[in-house]
């Protein structure tokens, strides 16, 4: 080999069926190349080549890598402990990419100042590595800046009034990788807060509030264009009095996140919110805690105490303190909780997320996009491999494919 030749790596990978997931294709073939799509299509259109490796699926489907934008933690890690448990950050990634997310945001709840500023430092450069599983795009930040009324499992005293100073602050602190922000839009100042975040590259999400339509449609003016986990931390509907709810139901220029762990939201909620909705503004998030992939017991989210049993997350007082589920479970309820059909149900999960993240080069299977893509069992609907950037990040063995080598050519 030549010095400093690169390895033009090609692989293929083919299964019963391709979840694009904008549409469904049969028997399915997508080509790797290096880290990106380089074809997908019928598998009679490709010819075998004697330099791809190839992966043969049988009774297997292919989607996007899926993209959580809303997890505070998995595999023991806390996105809102970073400070303590650095070391952690690779368990929650490889977690993860078991359960076939390739993308995610780690999300810290709102603490005292100086622990949040610590705590961003930290995440800030944990986000800026290449860990082992799932990739972190960058940091959301729920809160301080919320309503102590819908502080939901927060501490009541880590709320604070809106304070542009102590946003740059965060700004800073993370380095360049805060990405996202909710925020109440009933404070003072909360338009001011959406044009900083605008100027930043920062997603401004509405969320734990007691909005009326009025201070909702003024954020949204603004320039707002997420709800934070719709119907929790926030006003129910009413047939009189109009909220952050009923305006994100009905307001086509944001996209609503809803938790689909079957606890946070009674089935039926979920169905409405997918019916009111155009597809592409619902965004299906875990809202996981460190908890999820690891037993019952006792956890933490930022500053709190909670107790996980049976699988249920709450705190030491009994309230909802996030899931334990993640995506790979989620997006399949979709398609029972609602109307919806598996396409557009995978698009919740993955072309969604990334579109309101503003986000182009992952989320769906087309040539050009970036290798991120899980395969399922079409039985159990268990991940069988993940690829993360052209790299498999996880395999559940190798019974379940067949493997040609190729012979990978020098560039």
């Known amino acids: 080999m030549k010095k400093n030749a690169v390895v ?3 692989v293929l990978y083919t299964v019963d069926y391709c979840l694009t997931p904008l549409k469904v294709l049969d028997k399915c073939a997508v080509l790797q190349d290096n880290d990106r799509i380089l074809a997908i299509g019928g598998v009679s259109a490709f010819t075998r080549d004697k330099d791809v490796d190839i992966y043969e699926f049988e009774d297997a489907y292919i989607t996007p890598g899926f993209i959580d934008s809303h997890i505070h933690g998995a595999g023991g890690f806390d996105s809102s402990q970073a400070v303590a448990q650095p ?4 368990e929650m990634s490889t977690t993860l990419a078991q359960r076939g997310v390739t993308s995610f945001v780690p999300t ?3 603490d005292s100042t100086d622990a949040m500023i610590a705590n961003l430092d930290v995440l800030g450069k944990l986000c800026a590595s290449t860990p082992p599983g799932a990739e972190a795009l960058g940091i959301h930040m729920e809160g301080p800046f919320l309503n102590r009324l819908k502080a939901g ?3 009541h005293d880590s709320m604070k009034e809106i304070d542009l100073g102590l946003v740059r602050a965060f700004i800073a602190a993370a380095a360049g990788k805060l990405i996202k922000m909710t925020f109440a839009p009933e404070l003072e100042n909360s338009e001011k807060l959406v044009e900083l975040l605008i100027e930043n590259n920062i997603l401004p999400s509405m969320g734990h509030s007691i909005a009326d339509d009025k201070s909702t449609l003024r954020a949204i003016d603004a320039g707002a264009r997420c709800v934070t986990h719709l119907f929790n931390g926030m006003p129910p509907l009413h047939q009189r009095d109009q909220s952050l709810t009923s305006v994100a139901l009905t307001d086509e220029r944001v996209a609503i996140e809803l ?3 079957g606890m946070h939201l009674n089935p039926r909620i979920v169905d409405m919110a997918c019916r009111c909705k155009p597809i592409g503004k619902v965004i299906g998030i875990s809202d996981a805690v460190q908890a999820a992939g690891l037993p019952d017991g006792n956890y933490t989210i930022g500053p709190t105490e909670i107790v996980v049993k049976n699988g249920s997350s709450r705190t030491t007082k009994g309230v909802l303190a996030g899931t334990t589920q993640l995506l790979d479970r989620s997006w399949r309820e979709l398609t029972s909780y609602s109307h919806m059909k598996a396409t557009s149900a995978a698009a919740c999960v993955t072309i ?9 080069d992952r ?5 050009g996009k970036r290798a991120d893509f899980a395969i399922f069992s079409k039985t159990t609907n268990l991940p069988l491999m993940t690829v993360r950037c052209g790299e498999i990040v996880y395999n559940a063995g190798a019974e379940n494919y067949r493997f040609t080598q190729g012979h990978q050519q020098d560039q």
């Open 8 to 10: 033009r790596k090609r």
């Open 352 to 360: 969604n997320p990334a579109a309101t993240l503003n986000i182009t």
């Open 87 to 90: 070391e952690m950050f690779a």
């Open 259 to 261: 938790i689909l762990d």
């Open 108 to 110: 810290v709840v709102a």
């Open 153 to 155: 499992s927060m501490m």
């Open 363 to 367: 989320g769906n299977l087309q040539p």
